[in-house]
């Protein structure tokens, strides 16, 4: 079963540091997403990408956040100066046609904590 | 934002016990779809419902769209300790064509 991988798995940062979330979508995939879940609560929207731009963005995407999709299979999740609000579950996800038709596939996540 | 709403948060069962979680949104919906997400893991993918009404079972698991497409829900027959996780509902709320939103979960919690 094809798989969207991320890396890595955990990752500890200071606050004011930049960092780089990575995922592999799975292959075939056109429509790419960062989602984020802090500890216990619910999955929430960032962003979503097709095309080589960014179709969607919530109100948490401000300006320290960007996408990336630097060559034919990466994509990018960068944080440029990191708050503690951060810390989080990173998911990335990829779905072949529009997610709200056919659901994604999600990475098994980077565990982001800043401190 | 739209938010879509599941109750109940919690549910403790008996393995052996029927669950039933619930998802309502004030708006109507075009579509719902259903994630498992289990402890220390990441959503999977379970369902998607389109049709006013539309009732679809996998094995254990029955899932209902409401004839309003406002509300939403996931019955699983006889709780096995495999069913423990959070189950979330995830629609597209704001008409927006590339997202879902994911609503609030139901986590359960299956006693052997």
């Known amino acids: 079963e094809p798989e969207v991988t991320q890396t890595p798995s955990h990752q500890v940062t200071q606050m004011g540091q930049e960092v780089i979330l990575r995922c592999v979508p799975i292959?075939?995939?056109?429509?790419f997403y960062w989602y984020r879940q802090i500890l216990g609560q619910k999955v929430e929207f960032l962003v979503s990408?097709?095309?080589?731009?960014?179709?969607?963005k919530s109100e948490i995407f401000d300006d320290q956040f960007s996408v990336e999709r630097p060559d034919g299979s990466n994509f990018t999740l960068k944080i440029r100066s990191t708050k503690l609000e951060d810390s989080a579950m990173y998911f990335c996800?990829?779905?072949?046609?529009?997610?709200?038709?056919?659901?994604?596939?999600f990475g098994s996540g980077t565990r982001l904590t800043v401190v | 934002g739209q938010q879509v709403m599941q109750i109940p948060q919690y549910q403790h069962v008996q393995e052996g016990e029927d669950f039933t979680t619930y998802c309502n949104s004030s708006?109507?919906?075009?579509?719902i779809q259903w994630y498992k997400q289990r402890p220390g893991g990441h959503p999977v993918f379970l369902i998607q419902?389109?049709?006013?009404?539309e009732v679809k079972k996998q094995k254990r698991l029955t899932f209902q769209f409401g004839e309003a497409k406002k509300n939403s829900s996931l019955h699983i027959t006889a709780t096995q300790t495999t069913d423990v996780g959070t189950y979330f509902c995830?629609?597209?709320?704001?008409?927006?064509?590339?997202?879902?939103?994911f609503g609030t979960g139901t986590k359960l919690q299956v006693i052997p």
């Open positions: 996800a990829s779905s072949e046609f529009n997610a709200n038709l056919y659901g994604y596939t």
């Open positions: 995830a629609a597209d709320t704001a008409g927006g064509y590339q997202k879902v939103t």
């Open positions: 708006t109507t919906l075009s579509n």
């Open positions: 292959s075939n995939h056109l429509y």
């Open positions: 419902l389109v049709k006013s009404g």
């Open positions: 990408f097709y095309n080589n731009e960014i179709s969607e």
